[in-house]
T-cell receptor, first 115, second 108 residues
Framework: GAGVSQSPSNKVTEKGKDVELRCDPI?????LYWYRQSLGQGLEFLIY????????KSGLPSDRFSAERTGGSVSTLTIQRTQQEDSAVYLC?????????????FGSGTRLTVV | RKEVEQDPGPFNVPEGATVAFNCTYS??????FFWYRQDCRKEPKLLMS???SGNEDGRFTAQLNRASQYISLLIRDSKLSDSATYLC?????????FGKGTRLSVIA
């Protein structure tokens, strides 16, 4: 597509439930990133996919968080047994492999609220 | 030392003013640098890349000082529409590392 698409745009869930967040990157972009941004805070890196390489999971805050990327395109971020501290905006971005001077393009995010 | 540090502001400036933001980074091996803009409750958007020789895009000028590990953004003739948070972004060992941002409010 023309941009990075994320769904849902908003999600309210009860503490302890599992949630799935979806990201559809720009067509042809080989790299996909998940970040999250809590209210008034900076962007916190979560996980990175590059082509067929093993993902860089170094930013995942706990084993309740996981992500997969099927067919080198769409990615799903799953949060199990959600906690209130998981409330944040989850941002997905994609880039071509040679990012050099082009940076990342972000989707509009999923605003997750755990009640 | 944090990977990317910025003055959080807010910077409150009148229309037409010139304002400068600074940013320091800790990874001396970083090769790519960017400024992003983030409007309230929106996603970050690339404003401009930062080149070693310095670069200009209209009213915006970015500078890089590798020796001091310092990046700057200068905005001339500020407009109301420039009000946003400006994020300094530095290449790490992939992915990009984002500063927490500097908030700018341009006042009529």
């Amino acid at each position: 597509g023309a941009g990075v698409s994320q769904s849902p745009s908003n999600k309210v869930t009860e503490k302890g439930k599992d949630v799935e967040l979806r990201c559809d990157p720009i067509s042809g972009h080989t790299a996909l990133y998940w970040y999250r941004q809590s209210l008034g805070q900076g962007l916190e890196f979560l996980i990175y996919f590059q082509g067929n390489s093993a993902p860089d999971k170094s930013g995942l805050p706990s084993d309740r968080f996981s992500a997969e990327r099927t067919g080198g395109s769409v990615s799903t971020l799953t949060i199990q047994r959600t906690q209130q501290e998981d409330s944040a905006v989850y941002l997905c971005a994609s880039s071509s492999f040679l990012i050099d001077n082009y940076g990342y393009t972000f989707g509009s995010g999923t605003r997750l609220t755990v009640v | 030392r944090k990977e990317v540090e910025q003055d959080p502001g807010p910077f409150n400036v009148p229309e037409g003013a010139t304002v400068a933001f600074n940013c320091t980074y800790s990874n001396s091996a970083s090769q790519s640098f960017f400024w992003y803009r983030q409007d309230c409750r929106k996603e970050p958007k690339l404003l401009m890349s930062v080149y070693s020789s310095g670069n200009e895009d209209g009213r915006f000028t970015a500078q890089l000082n590798r020796a001091s590990q310092y990046i700057s953004l200068l905005i001339r003739d500020s407009k109301l529409s420039d009000s946003a948070t400006y994020l300094c972004v530095v290449e790490g060992n992939t992915p990009l590392v984002f500063g927490k941002g500097t908030r700018l409010s341009v006042i009529a």
